[in-house]
């Protein structure tokens, strides 16, 4: 079922970066419905895994635009993403340890994530690269 489902409030209106978005909704939706089914701790270690990797990506791939349309607030917004890598591998890190609560931590990151950072991090860039022709 999932636990949340992509909708138009969203989108960014640049498509690269809305697909990646949704790729990132996936992943917590994987986590929501294994916990559901009581296998959240099973899921827990990919699920990281690919959020770390993917990260990376949908970082780099927004920073390149940034620097390619010359974005005022680009070493804020990349703060921000500094500090989201840093709490992923501090997750990591705990569920490494053994932590047994880490499923229930990494649900709600995810979920501010997308709550916080996309709709509203996010939508900051979405104006001003829209009005440099990128879509």
Same mark, same amino acid.
């Given at each position: 079922?999932?636990?949340?489902?992509?909708?138009?409030?969203?989108?960014?209106?640049?498509? &690269?970066?809305? &697909?990646?978005?949704k790729r990132l909704i996936g992943l917590l939706n994987e986590m929501y419905d294994a916990m559901s089914v009581g296998k959240g701790r099973d899921v827990l270690g990919s699920v990281l895994k690919k959020l770390l990797d993917y990260t990376q990506y949908h970082f780099s791939t927004e920073e390149r635009l940034f620097r390619e349309h010359g974005y005022p607030e680009s070493e804020a917004h990349k703060r921000k993403h500094n500090e989201l890598t840093e709490k992923t591998k501090k997750l990591q890190e705990s569920f490494d340890r053994g932590n047994k609560m880490i499923t229930i931590d990494v649900m709600l990151f995810l979920s501010d994530w997308l709550n916080v950072h996309i709709l509203d991090e996010d939508k900051r860039y979405s104006h001003f690269l829209n009005s440099k022709g990128v879509h």
């Open positions: 079922m999932g636990f949340i489902t992509w909708n138009d409030n969203y989108s960014v209106n640049i498509s &690269e970066v809305d &697909e990646q978005h």
